[in-house]
C-alpha cells in the first residue's frame, strides 16, 4: 500500500528556513573532515553560531576549488548549479532539497548545505513504492532541471522525519539533454494537474528567474524553462531512453 506523503507539511516554516539559512551563513566553521567518496571534494563541517542563537549544527561543505573539470559543465559552477537546483526546489514548494545557502569556508567559496541523516535501514529501491507521491515531485524536478546524475543514494529517507530528501544535484541545468536518473515508475503517467500548475508557474516565475541569473548562463534559465513549459504541454512523464538515462554507478 503507498504512503500518503501529499500532505506532507514543509520541513520549516518560512520564518524558520530565513532563521536557519542567515545561521548557516555567519556560522563559523569549527570543524571540516574531509568526506571520502565521490569525484569532487565535499566535508562535513560543524557550525557554530557565534550569536550562540542555535546549537553547534553539522552540515555539508562543498567548495568550488574542490570541483573536478568536467568536460560538459563549465569549469566552477556546480556549487551555482546545487543553489539554483535549491531555489528552484522552493519556488516549486517541493522542500525535499535540505537547507543550502552560498558562503566562504576554509577552502574559499561553495556551497554549505544542513546534514540530513538518513536512515540507513532503508534504500531508494526498497520504500519507493511507499512515496511515489514524493518521487513524482522529485522525477519532475529532475527533468525541469535537467539532473544528470539522481543515483539511488541521491534520494533517501530521513532518519528522525521519514522524509524524503534529495542531494547532490552539482550536475543539473545544462542546455544539452543530460537526465540520468533511477526513477523510472512514472514513464507515460499522466502528471497531476495540481503538478501541472507548479511546472506552469515556475517556468514564468520573473523573480526566481532574476535569483537564477547570477548562478547560471541565460541560455540555461531559458532552456529550464522551455523543459517545463514542455512537460506543461505534453501533459505526461515522458518515456525515458535505457540505453542514456541511466547514471554511472547508479
Known sequence: MSHDTSQQSAPWTPEERESISAFMRRARIHESKLVPWGSNYTFAVVLVDPLEQF???????????????????????????????YLVSQALGWEFIPITVIRDGPHGIGTVQAYIEPDHEEHYFKFRGDYLDELRKVALFDLITNNADRKAGHTFLGADDRRVWGIDHGLTFNVQPKLRTVIWEFCGERIDDALLMKLLEVSCDAELAARLRPLLDPLEIRAFQARAERLVEIGVFPELNPRRNVPYGW
Open 55 to 85: 546549537e553547534n549544527t553539522l552540515a555539508i561543505y562543498k567548495p568550488r576549488a574542490g570541483e573536478a573539470p568536467l568536460w560538459d559543465f563549465p569549469d566552477g559552477t556546480l556549487y551555482q548549479r546545487e543553489y539554483a537546483a
